[in-house]
Nanobody, 118 residues
Framework: VQLQASGGGAVQPGGSLRLSCAAS????????MGWYRQGPGKQRELVAD???????DFAPSVGGRFTISRDYAENTVSLQMNSLESEDTAVYYCNLRRPQDLGFENFWGQGTLVTVSS
């Protein structure tokens, strides 16, 4: 599986950005796709992910501001980020998480930098 992310950039507080990620290779119906981020001096954390059935998890800090969507025909996942705050500044990573018997196998895209600053 390969993941290709796009859409990062610089924006002022209160602005919006949209991240997109395309997956290629063997994609399974059980795969969970989403986004993680790693801010300066912080650990990587889940931003949002989505199962094929439409079940979504969001980090509490982004709920109500970010939305996630998937195009199952195109094997893409997108993250619409609104009302961006300086705390959202981070490198964002596209993730595909594949359930295994004893856990998950993770695939990562290259990071894309989001900078929120006035």
């Amino acid at each position: 599986v390969q993941l290709q992310a796009s859409g990062g950039g610089a924006v002022q507080p209160g602005g919006s950005l949209r991240l997109s990620c395309a997956a290629s290779g063997s994609i399974f119906s059980s795969d969970i796709m989403g986004w993680y981020r790693q801010g300066p001096g912080k650990q990587r954390e889940l931003v949002a992910d989505m199962t094929r059935e439409g079940s979504v998890d969001f980090a509490p800090s982004v709920g109500g501001r970010f939305t996630i969507s998937r195009d199952y025909a195109e094997n893409t996942v997108s993250l619409q980020m609104n009302s961006l705050e300086s705390e959202d500044t981070a490198v964002y990573y596209c993730n595909l998480r594949r359930p295994q018997d004893l856990g998950f196998e993770n695939f990562w895209g290259q990071g894309t930098l989001v900078t929120v600053s006035s």
